[in-house]
């Protein structure tokens, strides 16, 4: 059985950063490109950012390009999201998100989420 | 970046009435994924490729469409589909989805 597990969110303070991770199992991480998706409360799902299989390419949304990484750590079947710079409106759930393979994207399990709260 | 208008943005429907949600691109797609999120959980991938049910969805559920304009049908409406539905496109970068339909039951 696929699962993702996120963990790490919590409050922050604009400007600050924040890591958090996600733990994959029931299938081959190294197999699959891996996203972060997420949703503002009371809002619609919003794509963040994209890693290949092997970490060799990254994709962000504009808003987050230069303040966010994505990365991932195959041996540990993890996925990873370093926010620095943090706005209050990166507020959010953060989902992780399997990627199915090839040129047109999308996402066949989601974990539960983590939530985001950047407030002073 | 391709936008995605859903419509209705909410709608209610009775117990066996047959349900159309619809999203509209500002410009062809090849592909329209469709994601079912109930509240305070995740979404989860409902039917993807335009028509293709994933694993677990009732055949009650279908999509369609072509180019700008996709649609997700129910054909009878039953209580468990009581949802919000988000349509999204892969096909061109970056990856978006359309505000969502708020789908209750009457």
């Known amino acids: 059985e696929v699962q993702l597990v996120e963990s790490g969110g919590g409050l922050v303070q604009p400007g600050r950063s924040l890591k958090f991770s996600c733990a994959a199992s029931g299938f081959t991480f190294s197999d699959y490109a891996m996203a972060w998706v997420r949703q503002a409360p009371k809002k619609g799902l919003e794509w963040v950012a994209t890693?290949?299989?092997?970490?060799?390419?990254?994709y962000y949304r504009d808003s987050v390009k230069g303040r966010f990484t994505i990365s991932r750590d195959n041996a540990k079947s993890t996925l990873y999201l370093q926010m620095d710079s943090l706005r209050s409106e990166d507020t959010a759930t953060y989902y992780c998100a399997r990627q199915i393979p090839g040129y047109n994207w999308y996402f066949d399990f989601w974990g539960p989420g983590t939530m985001v709260t950047v407030s002073s | 970046e391709i936008v995605l208008t859903q419509s209705p943005t909410t709608m209610a429907a009775s117990p066996g009435e047959k349900v159309t949600l619809t999203c509209r691109a500002s410009s062809s797609v090849s592909y329209m994924h469709w994601y079912q999120q109930k509240s305070g959980a995740s979404p989860k991938l409902w039917i993807y490729e335009t028509s293709k049910l994933a694993s677990g969805v009732p055949n009650r559920f279908s999509g369609s469409g072509s180019g700008t304009s996709y649609s997700l049908t129910i054909n009878s409406m039953e209580t468990e589909d009581a949802a919000t539905y988000y349509c999204?496109?892969?096909?061109?970068?970056?990856?978006?989805f359309g505000g969502g339909t708020k789908l209750e039951l009457k």
């Open positions: 999204q496109q892969g096909s061109s970068y970056p990856p978006t």
């Open positions: 890693i290949i299989y092997d970490g060799s390419s990254t």
